[in-house]
């Protein structure tokens, strides 16, 4: 089992930023594609951003576009969500996942692994 323990979620206002983080344990956290995901009360799960094992390819769901910008850092087996322009939509529980499967995938039945998640709230 990989352990990913997200971090970094809070309270902030219309239009400002913040950064996510996730922590992975075990020794192959380069082997694995991350993606982020969130969930608002009532509503699915939806697809934020995911990036390629190396970090030389991301993905983003439309609604965070050229808004959200997702890295990673293999050296400390960490995969961050920086988060800009934020709106009231975007208040969810956040999720960072790990995907052993080959290419980048956007549904969340693709993902094997899960962390516990973290709250973000954008006050209006």
């Known amino acids: 089992q990989v352990q990913l323990v997200e971090s970094g979620g809070g309270l902030v206002q219309v239009e400002g930023s913040l950064r996510l983080s996730c922590a992975a344990s075990?020794?192959?956290?380069?082997?694995?594609?991350m993606g982020w995901f969130r969930q608002a009360p009532g509503k699915e799960r939806e697809f934020v951003a995911a990036?390629?094992?190396?970090?030389?390819?991301?993905y983003y769901g439309d609604s965070v576009k050229g808004r959200f910008t997702i890295s990673r850092d293999n050296a400390k087996n960490t995969v961050y969500l920086q988060m800009n322009s934020l709106k009231p939509e975007d208040t969810a529980v956040y999720y960072c996942?790990?995907?052993?499967?080959?290419?980048?995938?956007?549904?969340?039945?693709?993902?094997?692994?899960w962390g516990q998640g973290t709250q973000v709230t954008v006050s209006s």
């Open positions: 996942a790990a995907d052993r499967s080959i290419g980048i995938h956007t549904t969340a039945s693709w993902y094997d692994y």
């Open positions: 990036i390629s094992r190396s970090g030389g390819d991301t």
């Open positions: 075990g020794r192959t956290f380069s082997n694995y594609v």
